[in-house]
């Protein structure tokens, strides 16, 4: 049977006892001292048959029915809150246990009140290390003194937060902050949020090795160029003034198809030069 009928019929069994309390009542305040059973009886239910005596009856019993109608209906509620509430707790543990950030969540006074199950894999610290303790002492834990004196100082005078840091592990991380606040819209405590940028990071660092390297190399292929260009200017020079025609002029067709195969390289070191500055615009 449902609560909630249970409630109903408790009810109504106590507006059956309060009636039976009154006819007990008025029993011994005024009852027969002697008589039989059958008398008794008659002075306790004959009341009951007048008009008056049947309608207070009816009513206590109907107000015991409707007081247990409503107290069902607030215990259900009761219920569904409770259950709502569990789901909900229910489903922000899973929430923290399974998010590869860092979530923490403390009140107004920076202490911390519940933290993702990331933050106690990253730092090997169990959950009483963490809970209560001031946000400070954490910021400690994972970042060197400097960084995390800049951090907390930030935190302090903005109540907001969005800095990269590195960690003592050598990881870095992303660390966001910002207020949680109620229906009315006071501040109720505050959320942080770290997201390992660690890769991220390492890819931005390999990205700027390889544009140097490309940098480097287009340097040194448009040094070449002029390392081969002026001798061989010099070269054809010579052979222009050389007594020697036949071979002078043998020598200037080998020096002519040098210096297309120069040319042609020289215009790849443009198109070298216009991706350089594309890489430079969009890395």
Not at 15 to 31: K, P
Not at 138 to 151: Q, V
């Amino acid at each position: 049977m449902k609560l909630e009928y249970k409630v109903i019929i408790l009810s109504i069994l106590v507006g059956v006892l309060f009636i039976l309390a009154e006819m007990l009542s008025r029993y011994f305040a005024a009852g027969p001292e002697t008589g039989g059973l059958e008398e008794i009886l008659k002075f306790l239910f004959e009341p009951m048959t007048t008009n008056e005596g049947l309608f207070f009856n009816i009513v206590i019993l109907l107000l015991c029915f409707v007081f247990g109608v409503l107290l069902a209906r607030l215990i259900n509620q009761v219920l569904k809150a409770k259950g709502v509430a569990k789901q909900t707790d229910i489903e922000k543990n899973m929430i923290l246990e399974s998010v590869p950030e860092i979530v923490i969540y403390m009140t107004t006074e920076y202490k911390i009140k519940w933290a993702s199950r990331s933050l106690y894999t990253e730092t090997k610290l169990t959950e009483s290390d963490v809970v209560g303790k001031s946000v400070m002492d954490l910021a400690k834990i994972l970042f060197p003194s400097e960084p995390a004196n800049t951090l907390y100082s930030e935190f302090l005078e903005k109540k907001e937060v969005d800095s990269e840091l590195k960690s003592l592990k050598g990881k870095y991380w992303q660390v966001l902050s910002n207020a949680a606040t109620n229906d009315d819209n006071e501040v109720t405590g505050y959320v942080l949020l770290a997201v390992d940028i660690t890769r991220k990071k390492r890819d931005e660092e390999m990205i700027r090795m390889s544009y140097e390297r490309l940098e480097e190399n287009i340097q040194q292929f448009a040094t070449v160029i002029d390392n081969i260009r002026n001798p061989l200017s010099s070269v054809v020079l010579l052979s222009e003034i050389s007594s020697d025609q036949e071979t002078a002029k043998k020598i200037i067709i080998q020096c002519d198809d040098i210096e297309e195969v120069i040319a042609q390289l020289d215009e790849g070191w443009a198109n070298s030069e216009e991706i350089r500055n594309f890489l430079k615009k969009h890395l």
